[in-house]
């Protein structure tokens, strides 16, 4: 995720450790993660080296998903957002999706703090942050999201959900 301001070097180094750890857990190449990521391996390994501090929304969703993570997983706790909620969410690029979504969280009365979202080709990624949600709300507000045509994957903090047929499917 892009960020105004730069990382720590203890979140940098945290992100390049627990993403070897990853690969080494999966056996995975550098080569192997970047072809099924679909990312450009120079930019994997320049996040690897340090030389991209701040991986973009796209590269980390990415990783995370080839990895089989969470994003909260990969980044770890340090970066994320201190008493928010966050959504990771992946579709069809669409008009309205960003309505749809806060259409969903809106009668529930949440505050969304800050959100991004990027498209690449057909792929839209949203990252929401939503201030004041309740554990009961989660499960709710993750189903309805969901169920957002043409969503295919939301994942809060630890739990991920994925309709049964994604958009964009992950080979091995």
Not at 64 to 90: P, Q, R, W
Not at 160 to 171: A, D, H, N, R
Request: glycine share 8%; with cysteine; net charge neutral.
């Amino acid at each position: 995720m892009k960020r105004t301001e730069p990382r720590n070097p203890s979140e940098i180094d945290h992100f390049r450790k627990r993403l070897n750890a990853l690969m080494d857990e999966r056996g995975l190449s550098t080569g192997e993660l970047a072809a099924i990521a679909i990312i450009p391996l120079s930019s994997l390994l320049r996040v690897l080296d340090g030389t991209i501090k701040n991986p973009g929304l796209d590269v980390t969703l990415s990783l995370a998903k080839a990895l089989g993570v969470t994003v909260s997983e990969l980044v770890g706790d340090t970066v994320m957002n201190k008493g928010h909620t966050t959504f990771y969410i992946e579709g069809r690029d669409r008009t309205g999706l960003l309505h749809d979504i806060t259409e969903v969280i809106k009668p529930y009365g949440l505050n969304i703090a800050s959100s991004i979202s990027t498209g690449i080709g057909q792929i839209a990624r949203c990252v929401i942050h939503v201030e004041g949600i309740k554990t009961a709300q989660l499960q709710n507000i993750r189903e309805q999201i969901l169920g957002i045509p043409w969503v295919n994957s939301v994942q809060t903090g630890e739990q991920q959900v994925e309709s049964p047929t994604p958009v964009v499917s992950k080979t091995k």
